[in-house]
């Protein structure tokens, strides 16, 4: 399924998630890498089926390279597991958790497969996606330090956005359906 095929199953109601989702392909801020890594992360962490094929085959299509589809894979992966776990730690009241270690294997973040900069930005969208504030604050500080802009971590944050609220919408009618 192609996006533009994908964006056609929304329906009536969603026209707004559509029409964000055909802009965002086109989002020019980004890296042609950053900007599909972050469709592929997003769709990921969001898990919907359609979802993930349509955004897969449109980051092919794009040219996006097989390495950086699976480092875009396993930041919605490792931070899929960290945001739980940052975020379990943050909303606790006992602050001792904070002064534990984490004693969770995340070997992939020293060698991500791509740029430290994309993954960073894909990590970035996937914590939106998970709603984990303490990870968005890590990420998005490291992100400053690479000279990464607040219009283009926001443009990752949009397309994590859209691509969220793409899976929710079609999850939604898959149940009415069903």
Not at 145 to 160: E, K, M, N, Y
């Amino acid at each position: 399924m192609s996006l533009d095929a994908l964006r056609e199953t929304l329906p009536a109601y969603a026209k707004d998630l559509s029409l964000n989702l055909s802009s965002l392909a086109g989002e020019i801020l980004l890296s042609d890498q950053q900007k599909w890594g972050a469709f592929v992360a997003s769709a990921h962490a969001a898990g919907q089926p359609d979802v993930i094929r349509a955004v897969e085959a449109a980051a092919i299509a794009a040219g996006l390279s097989g390495e950086a589809r699976t480092a875009a894979k396993a930041a919605a992966a490792i931070m899929g597991m960290n945001n739980v776990y940052y975020r379990a730690v943050h909303l606790l009241s006992n602050k001792e958790y904070q002064t534990l270690p984490a004693r969770l294997r995340m070997n992939i973040l020293a060698n991500p497969g791509v740029e430290k900069v994309d993954f960073e930005l894909w990590s970035t969208a996937v914590s939106a996606v998970n709603g984990c504030g303490m990870c968005l604050d890590a990420h998005e500080a490291e992100l400053k330090t690479h000279g990464v802009s607040a219009q283009q971590i926001q443009a990752a944050l949009r397309i994590a956005a859209a691509v969220n609220a793409v899976s929710r919408v079609l999850a939604g009618e898959a149940a009415l359906a069903a």
